[in-house]
């Protein structure tokens, strides 16, 4: 069972640069979300959906776009990447609404600098 | 708006000692959940313990407890008999099942355990 496969696990891009982190999950959960983290800041979320279609914004979305095609993948664009953009991103899917939903599965995180 | 708030940054403990690790939050909605997650240095996410807000025991999962105290509107985190292995970053996270669902953390707490 893979759980929450997130890539690449690091990144380098220069400062205007377009990328995608990819976020995929076999548990066939309604939930996924991206949140970053920075020393001191904690995880902070930068957008979630809870279905196919459905996405939303979190507390940090400025500068991220996303999209829910399938139930399974989330992807995570950065249009034109900035150096404060440069943090640790993590993928995170769980069940929606049910008695089930009690714990978020992460994925193993993508180290991205933006020079 | 929904909260989530960690007062300690950093603590040392002693091993062998139980620690309590604060969280409170702040919320408008009656049904809700809220997680504590371990991050030790490798950075992956732990899912240690879940307490919704219609549980009428505080919820136990081995040296783990919740003391959940819902005036309060506090969710601490309490380790018993602490060990090495202990050591890492630690984070109370809050999820509004009425509202748009969506999973928010705090800033995190680091727990050193002292040989």
């Known amino acids: 069972n893979a759980g929450v496969t997130q890539t690449p696990k690091f990144q380098v891009l220069k400062t205007g640069q377009s990328m995608t982190l990819q976020c995929a999950q076999d548990m066939n959960h309604e939930y996924m979300s991206w949140y970053r983290q920075d020393p001191g800041m904690g995880l902070r979320l930068i957008h979630y959906?809870?279905?196919?279609?459905?996405?939303d914004q979190g507390e940090v979305p400025n500068g991220y776009n996303v999209s829910r095609s399938t139930t399974e993948d989330f992807p995570l664009r950065l249009l034109s990447a900035a150096p404060s953009q440069t943090s640790v991103y993590f993928c995170?899917?769980?069940?929606?609404?049910?008695?089930?939903?009690?714990?978020?599965?992460f994925g193993s995180g993508t180290q991205l600098s933006v020079l | 708006a929904q909260k989530i708030t960690q007062t300690q940054p950093g603590m040392f403990v002693q091993e062998k000692e139980a620690v309590t690790l604060d969280c409170t939050y702040d919320t408008s909605d009656p049904s809700y959940g809220l997680f504590w997650y371990k991050q030790p240095s490798s950075g992956e996410m732990i899912f240690l313990i879940y307490?919704?807000?219609?549980?009428?025991q505080n919820a136990t999962e081995g040296r783990y407890s919740l003391n959940f105290q819902k005036a309060r509107k506090s969710a601490n985190l309490v380790i018993s008999a602490s060990q090495l292995g202990d050591s890492a970053m630690y984070f109370c996270a809050m999820r509004e099942w009425g509202r748009d669902d969506k999973i928010i953390f705090g800033k995190g707490t680091r727990l050193h355990i002292l040989p």
């Open positions: 995170a899917s769980s069940y929606a609404g049910t008695a089930e939903a009690e714990k978020l599965f």
């Open positions: 959906s809870v279905g196919a279609g459905i996405t």
């Open positions: 307490q919704g807000s219609y549980d009428q």
